[in-house]
């Protein structure tokens, strides 16, 4: 059984409860979203072939740092860094390091700032120089996948309708879906429930309310859905190798669809694509 909770009075630890927000806390989350995605925008020039993801983490330590906010995924459950920097097969979480980005890669950079008490999550792919046309193709679906699953959003839908948008469209473009990671109930608690499949049927899942906030964050795969995570406890991959992509934005329901508070002012959602 499914249970709403006013968010203003509720307390702030995950139960299982879904969370509905006021007017106040969208202007909280649409201030901290729109500071990750000017973060996320700032990183367009920067990734090119030669640049660490090390030089990555720095940049956007110190991005919040001048923001007045702090990267939420530091020290989270023994993660150490400020950004997740997941190259080529790596499905998410990967962690940055001093190995400079080569013509070619594909990069997902995932930020969470943590702003006045609310999260904003949200990460885009970027292109490392040239790449080729299967990385740019499974870019486009993947940012499509995303955007599908956005267009499913409103009140009296359930989540599954997301996921069914998804995986509908990610697997007519032969491309699979990774079962292992979802989107997620963000606000003042960074991961809250309920959990946001990226794969279903529309009959499944929790009806959705106005006021809820969560992101939706596909990974597609150009192979098998199968990921393993790395001895390093946080490295995700896919099991065959394959290359894999991710897009991700915060959304609040509104009375007819759906509020994206992570578009990039800039018109930078797609680095590197049209
Ligand atoms: N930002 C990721 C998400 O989209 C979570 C990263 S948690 C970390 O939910 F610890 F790996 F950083
Ligand atoms: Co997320
Ligand atoms: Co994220």
Redesign the pocket.
């Known amino acids: 059984m499914v249970t709403y909770i006013d968010a203003a009075t509720a307390p702030l630890k995950n139960t299982g409860a879904i969370r509905l927000y006021d007017a106040e806390a969208f202007e909280g989350m649409r201030r901290a979203c729109q500071l990750t995605a000017r973060c996320l925008d700032a990183l367009v020039p920067m990734v090119k072939p030669g640049v660490t993801t090390a030089a990555i983490d720095r940049f956007v330590f110190e991005f919040g740092a001048d923001h007045g906010a702090l990267p ?3 020290n ?4 150490k ?1 400020s ?2 920097t997941s190259i080529n097969h790596v499905v ?2 990967g ?1 940055p390091d001093d190995k400079p980005l080569r013509d070619g890669d594909i990069v997902n950079i ?3 700032f943590l702003l006045g008490g609310w999260h904003g ?3 885009r792919m970027y292109p490392v120089g040239q790449i080729k046309r299967a990385a740019e193709r499974l870019m486009e679906v993947t940012y499509e996948c995303l955007m599908r699953g956005i267009g499913a959003v409103r009140p009296g839908a359930r989540t599954g309708a997301i996921g069914e948008a998804i995986q509908t469209y990610a697997e007519a473009e032969r491309c699979s879906v990774v079962r292992d ?1 979802c ?2 109930g ?1 606000g003042r608690l ?2 809250d429930s309920p959990n946001i499949l990226h794969y279903g049927k529309a009959d499944e899942g929790p009806e959705m309310r106005e006021g809820m906030i969560f ?1 939706i ?1 596909p990974m597609i795969n150009l192979g098998k859905p199968h990921v393993k995570v790395l001895s390093d406890g ?1 490295t995700a991959v896919t099991r065959d190798r394959s290359l894999t992509a991710q897009y ?1 934005h915060t959304v609040g329901v509104t009375a007819t669809g759906c509020e994206i508070f992570t578009l990039s002012p800039a018109g930078l959602d797609r680095p590197g694509l049209g």
């Not at 989270?76 to 993660?79: K, W």
């Open positions: 939420a995924t530091l989270y459950r023994g993660y860094y950004v997740c998410c979480h962690m995932d930020v969470t999550d949200s990460s990671f989107g997620h963000v960074f991961h992101t964050e946080w991700e």
